[in-house]
């Protein structure tokens, strides 16, 4: 490979799942080979990645069916960029009445284990103590 040259581009995308609009940043690394064909390095973070648009994952949402917009679209079109929304104000927690006393909640027993657990058992021990009984006093 020959010596080339790095261009910086900005890359709009759109999700086509939740209308999520982003931009990635772009390295394109221009080379041109020993027989005059022309290569481009895709590069996002030093990291050397697919072309914009192949195989691009929506970070609001996951999905995989993204579309891009032409390099510099989004410059044009400032509406389409969502503005982010406002950090919402932290609750000041409330200061609590010295002279009212919260109630005590205790913890619910778990019956419905209890119930599912126990009555078997209970049915288990009552039959074995009948047949021990019933064997007793008619012995076979």
Known sequence: M???????????????????VWEEDYVVRHLTDDYGNEVKIWLRAGVTVQPPGS????????AYHVTSFPTGYLSRHPELVPVPAPAPEPELPAVPDVMVRAPIVRAALPGRLLLAVGLPVALFVGYELYENMTRAVHPH
């Open 55 to 62: 195989d691009m994952c929506c970070p609001g949402c996951g």
């Open 2 to 20: 020959r010596e080339g040259f790095n261009t910086q581009e900005k890359w709009p995308f759109e999700c086509m799942r939740c209308l999520h």
